[in-house]
Nanobody, 127 residues
Framework: QVQLIESGGGLVQPGDSLRLSCSVS????????MGWFRQAPGKDREYVAA?????????YANSVKGRFTIARDYAKENTLWLQMHKLTTDDTAVYYC???????????????????WGQGTQVTVSS
């Protein structure tokens, strides 16, 4: 059983940076995909970014491309993080990390296909 725990959310101002972490426990496989999604109040869960757990493939939603970076922290082997820069009010949401056993492919942007989820961490961008 895989468990995911997000942390690092908070209240920041527009233009600020923030780094979210996802602590992973349980057995993982290099071909699995780790994704970040977010859900704003009254909206559906939205894809943000994804990468293979073993590295080599990354992908971003157009809305965050060039501002966000997804990566695995190899110093802390079971940690995934999402570095966010130039935050705007549109980035306000609960951010979730998920694990997809099916591997890299068209499903990486579909939250319903993910097998495991964390509880989420709130990011609020406000002046």
């Amino acid at each position: 059983q895989v468990q995911l725990i997000e942390s690092g959310g908070g209240l920041v101002q527009p233009g600020d940076s923030l780094r979210l972490s996802c602590s992973v426990s349980g057995r993982m496989f290099s071909r699995w995909v780790m994704g970040w999604f977010r859900q704003a109040p009254g909206k559906d869960r939205e894809y943000v970014a994804a990468m293979t757990w073993g590295g080599g493939d990354t992908d971003y939603a157009n809305s965050v491309k060039g501002r966000f970076t997804i990566a695995r922290d190899y110093a802390k082997e079971n940690t995934l993080w999402l570095q966010m820069h130039k935050l705007t009010t549109d980035d306000t949401a609960v951010y979730y990390c998920g694990a997809l056993k099916a591997g890299w492919g068209p499903s990486i942007e579909t939250g319903a296909r993910y097998d495991y989820w964390g509880q989420g961490t709130q990011v609020t961008v406000s002046s």
